[in-house]
């Protein structure tokens, strides 16, 4: 996701709650998690998204 996702987010839900301020070094675990779901579900011919969220992350693994 992108911080312009997370942005658009937090306004829509009245602004972030804290200031917190945070840095990735490396491969975030996003990526990560994308990259062995990716593996996973590469042959499969049905996969359910039981999850919470817009869809977006369901449209990019189709």
């Keep these: ?8 987010i937090a306004k829509r839900n009245g602004g972030y709650k804290n ?13 990560i998690f994308e990259e062995q779901l990716i593996k996973l579900i590469k ?3 049905s996969v359910l998204d039981a999850g919470c969220g817009h869809g977006d992350f369901t449209l990019k693994m189709s």
């Design 1 to 8: 996701m992108s911080m312009e996702w997370y942005d658009m």
């Design 19 to 31: 200031n917190a301020i945070y840095e990735v070094e490396g491969v975030s675990g996003e990526v």
């Design 43 to 45: 042959n499969s011919k």
